[in-house]
């Protein structure tokens, strides 16, 4: 897929280089992908929004866009790009519409929505239905996939808990669940907040904070106060060790809640280490070099096998399950202790191997990190 790039088209990144960043992705193994990013989706100004149908056929036919944060967007990885990369990946895709609020703090007028619900509803139509029911899923199929995709999940907008888009996505996110949720009924849809809107379907909360906030919010209303001041740096320039802790405490918080929780997910992954505009990030890269972070290697170790059940001990979290394919025993375990714990695992009912596997991930302090080369993974 990645390579059908026409041979006119001039990347700053070869095909190799971006082959890699891929694989780094798929090794992931992750259960979704929430696609596209959610403030390329807003986009600058209304007219520069993501508008998917400008983003579909042939390259040298997509008009592009001003990007969000600097540089022009080719859209040279669309829409089709975007959920085939994820369906090749075995993600499942949580698919963002745009909802009438832009990066500059306007919003669509109540009364001229309807153009943009309809826009959605034609998105929607040429993902999900099938060549024979629909010319919409005809041209899907004009595009290459000749099958639907399958989406299960449609986020409205993006961060409208941000500045004035509360009181705009009163009506905003009525006007789109009404009709789509009604023609849809197969698809769960998402809000990004819950500040002017009542009991949707399902949140997405955005939670940009120190480590500090990750461990705490373990279990809200726990005692932290042993936890070493270390966990309260602000922003870093790149994950540490002690971030990458940090989150794993957190996503043992969601696992133990899986039957509420959809999923967690790690934002932002990509950065161009000669082109940023945000840390930190989980996977860094120019020309020449892809580095993982502790943060992509913490996430890849834990993703491996999702879990139900909870426990705190102390500054140690754990979480633990059994496959019921073939009986392993798989705990996971997070530690904020400034010691060396022992730990002694018993089992009830059941009969275990004396031998098993340890994945551990460990490293220096690098409690503020500044330089990519010096608390990055190659």
């Known amino acids: 897929m990645m390579l059908l790039q026409p041979p006119k088209i001039v990347c700053s990144l070869n095909f190799l280089q971006a082959l890699k960043i891929a694989q780094a992705l798929a090794d992931l193994k992750p259960s979704y992908v929430r696609l596209p990013g959610g403030n390329d989706l807003a986009g600058p100004i209304i007219p ?43 993600a499942t895709p949580i698919l963002a519409v745009y909802a009438g609020y832009s990066f500059d703090g306007k919003a669509v007028p109540r009364n001229q929505l309807q153009p943009y619900i309809d826009e959605v509803v034609k998105e929607l139509d040429v993902l999900t239905t099938s060549v024979s029911d629909n010319r919409m ?12 995709f399958n989406i299960k999940y449609v986020e409205s907008d993006n961060e409208d808990w941000i500045g004035p888009a509360p009181s705009a996505y009163s009506y905003r996110w009525p006007a789109f669940y009404n009709v789509l949720s009604q023609k849809y009924p197969n698809i769960t849809f998402i809000a990004t907040t819950t500040k002017s809107i009542n009991s949707p379907p399902a949140v997405d909360d955005h939670d940009y904070q120190v480590p500090l906030f990750f461990i705490q919010n373990f279990f809200i209303n ?8 270390a966990f309260t740096t602000g922003r870093l320039d790149f994950p540490s060790i002690k971030s990458s802790v940090a989150e794993l405490i957190y996503r043992i918080g969601l696992e133990r809640n899986s039957d509420i ?31 993982k972070s502790t943060s992509y290697l913490a996430q890849k170790m834990f993703g491996e096998n999702l879990e139900e059940g ?34 002694k695992i018993q089992t009830q009912g059941s009969t275990t191997s004396s031998v098993g596997l340890a994945y551990i991930l460990t ?6 990190p500044s330089t990519v080369y010096n608390n990055w993974y190659c």
């Open 137 to 148: 899923g005809a041209l899907r199929a004009h595009l290459g996939p000749s099958q639907p």
């Open 363 to 368: 490293a220096g302090p690098a409690i503020v």
């Open 48 to 90: 520069e929004r993501f508008i998917w149908n400008n983003t579909i056929g042939l390259l040298v036919n997509r008009p592009g866009r001003r990007g969000i944060w600097t540089g022009y967007n080719t859209e040279g990885f669309g829409l089709i790009e975007l959920l085939t990369f994820a369906e090749d990946i075995g």
């Open 310 to 343: 909870d426990s705190k001990f102390g500054n140690l979290y754990f979480v633990a399950t059994k496959c019921t394919n073939d009986n392993t025993l798989i705990v996971k375990l997070a530690s904020v202790d400034s010691n060396d714990i022992a730990i």
């Open 222 to 229: 726990d005692d932290d106060s042993k936890i070493n001041d």
């Open 261 to 291: 929780i959809i999923g967690g997910c790690y934002v932002l992954v990509l950065q161009n280490i000669d082109n940023t505009q945000w840390t930190p990030n989980l996977i860094v890269f120019n020309a020449d070099l892809i580095v």
